[in-house]
């Protein structure tokens, strides 16, 4: 054995959690909290941001739709397909596989195939991370822990050397509500969430890696704000005060720090 006596160990890097002291959690099976519907919940041309915190619990989920994925968050329904944020189980019906994929979608209100951005670096269960999506002159784009990952183009190409995919997509309001932990009570995310946000514009750069970094949510265009941290009750408070939502079957977890 050989000793180093001016060796220093490599210190274990913290994990990244939301700067909060509750969350809420959902056990996968038929838990979720109801927003009724308005106009600033959807997208519109202004450009459209979304924010969240996200713990998955497991990479295969017990109630999933499709080829094998669960919303945890998302607006729309039948005839009024709006936006969705969706979690794939690591087992899925993929052809190829896209175990990790945690994507953003816009689709057009007939709904079937919709297009968006994604990110499919590894998840371990139990591991916070922050998903940022913006949509905006006909592209996504898709940000993890405050650091960009890809764009893409829903409705031709924006010029800005995104990825470029057949479909079109003008997605358009509707008056279904905003739910978290699944989108239309098909399939039900296992795990917590956390600082959810929505802007009615786009995000910079720049203001998604201080979201990450200093938990700054910048006021201008911020239309809803639902910290998830209230510990108690079956209320999530909208900070904007504008909304209100329903928790159904969720429930107040402590969060312990890394």
């Not at 927003?35 to 713990?55: E, V």
């Not at 936006?83 to 979608?105: C, D, G, K, L, V």
């Not at 910048?218 to 941290?229: C, Q």
Request: proline fraction near 8%.
């Amino acid at each position: 054995m050989i000793l180093c006596a001016g060796c220093v160990r490599p210190q274990a890097q913290p994990q990244p959690s939301p700067a909060a002291a509750w969350y809420l959690s959902f056990s996968g099976d038929g838990q979720y909290v109801e927003i009724p519907s308005a106009p600033d919940l959807s997208f519109s041309d202004a450009g459209f941001t979304i924010s969240a915190w996200i713990k998955p619990d497991s990479l295969e989920f017990s109630r999933t739709e499709g080829s094998g994925y669960v919303y945890w968050m998302g607006k729309g329904k039948p005839g009024q397909q709006e936006w969705a944020a969706r979690m794939y189980s690591y087992t899925n019906r993929e052809t190829p596989p896209r175990p990790n994929r945690i994507s953003f979608y816009l689709f057009n209100p007939s709904g079937g195939l919709g297009q968006g951005s994604y990110t499919q670096e590894s998840v371990q269960p139990g591991q916070w991370i922050q998903i940022t999506a913006v949509a905006n002159a006909g592209e996504t784009s898709i940000y993890r822990n405050g650091k960009y990952v890809r764009c893409d183009e829903y409705n031709g190409p924006a010029g800005h050397g995104c990825q470029s995919h057949p479909e079109r997509i003008q997605p358009q309001s509707g008056d279904a509500p905003l739910r978290l932990g699944t989108r239309d009570m098909k399939s039900f995310f296992r795990g917590g969430l956390s600082q959810v946000r929505i802007w009615n514009r786009a995000l910079s750069a720049s203001e998604i890696r201080d979201l990450y970094a200093m938990n700054q949510a910048p006021a201008t265009g911020l239309a809803a704000e639902f910290r998830l941290d209230e510990g108690s009750g079956n209320t999530a408070r909208d900070t904007t005060g504008k909304h209100q939502g329903k928790i159904v079957g969720a429930t107040w977890t402590k969060l312990t720090p890394p």
